[in-house]
């Protein structure tokens, strides 16, 4: 909750003209007007399914839009592609402008604080979420999930690991940075048994509203890691400061991050036909490669699922 401060690189700076056809590219478009027939995202032409479109919900065929929820920025799911802007970026916003595409209907994506996203889905004041939220039975109880990546937590340390932190071992009796109410935090908090088990101390977990945040703590020293999704991390390492201001912590044992599980696209409980439609829509992508290349575009191919599942949470 998959996947950050000043991490611009060549991808966040992309041109929004391909992302055009589909939505425009502002982060929260009103619906109205007749979505585009065809889209290209990363690369790849998406074309309307009108057996799909057919099968979205009618409040949703008759508005044009699916309102969705996502924390900003978080790279390399969800950025904006210019500081001060509210134009989008990102892997999960390129994927809903693919099912946008595929639907017939705009996805209309408004910046929403992590920790609000899954109330106010239930409040009914978005339709879906799309913020590499991790499936799990806890969030099931109240949303239902599309899952398109499997990914699991990873630590970001400062350039050169200066700390000499390569497992969630190492962050016993140290000061670690965390967003609050993510699965990541659970994982640190869960961690702490062991470090009591190994005889050492538990870590000073410092939560923050925002990855950005706790992006800037590690930048300054007042962390000496922080836990976020695997590909957050990943990505972060890759571009922050052209690659010079961070380092991905690899843990041999944990190759595609801790507690790797289903990221998934939530939607609301009161949209069942919805959750299916984008399922569909989901899978088509998957099967003529969109999804793939999406995720390739960020760096991050292998998270990519092969089929297009419901709640599959394995916690």
Not at 73 to 85: D, L, N, Q, R, S
Not at 103 to 124: C, E, H
Not at 195 to 215: M, Y
Request: charged share 20%; net charge neutral; glycine share 10%.
């Amino acid at each position: 909750m998959y996947i950050s401060a000043p991490r611009r690189g060549a991808t966040a700076v992309l041109a929004c003209t391909a992302l055009a056809v589909v939505s425009g590219c502002g982060a929260s478009g009103a619906g109205g007007g007749e979505p585009a027939a065809v889209g290209k995202i990363a690369g790849v032409t998406v074309t309307r399914d009108a057996a799909l479109h057919e099968a979205l919900p009618e409040q949703i065929k008759k508005a044009g839009t699916v309102r969705v929820a996502t924390d900003v920025p978080y790279p390399p799911f969800a950025m904006f592609v210019t500081e001060g802007k509210s134009d989008l970026t990102g892997l999960d916003y390129d994927l809903g402008q693919a099912l946008g595409a595929k639907l017939g209907v705009r996805f209309a994506f408004t910046p929403t604080k992590f920790d609000g996203i899954v109330p106010a889905l239930q409040a009914g004041r978005f339709d879906v979420a799309m913020s590499a939220l991790t499936d799990n039975k806890e969030r099931q109880k109240v949303v239902d999930f599309v899952d398109y990546s499997r990914s699991g937590s990873g630590i970001l340390v400062a350039e050169g690991n200066p700390a000499k932190i390569s497992t969630l071992d190492d962050l016993c009796g140290r000061k670690v940075g965390v967003q609050a109410a993510t699965n990541q935090y659970k994982l640190l908090t869960a961690h702490q048994a062991t470090c009591r088990a190994t005889g050492r101390q538990v870590a000073d977990i410092q939560t923050f509203p925002k990855d950005s945040d706790a992006q800037l703590a590690l930048r300054s020293g007042k962390v000496v890691a922080e836990v976020v999704t695997k590909p957050a991390a990943g990505w972060s390492a890759k571009t922050a400061d052209g690659g010079k201001a961070f380092d991905l912590a690899e843990d041999p044992a944990a190759p595609a991050g801790y507690r790797a599980s289903p990221n998934g696209i939530a939607v609301s409980r009161q949209l069942p036909q919805l959750t299916e439609a984008i399922r569909r829509a989901l899978q088509a992508l998957i099967d003529d490669g969109t999804l793939t290349a999406i995720c390739d575009k960020y760096g991050v191919a292998s998270i990519a699922v092969k089929e297009a599942t419901k709640n599959a949470a394995v916690d």
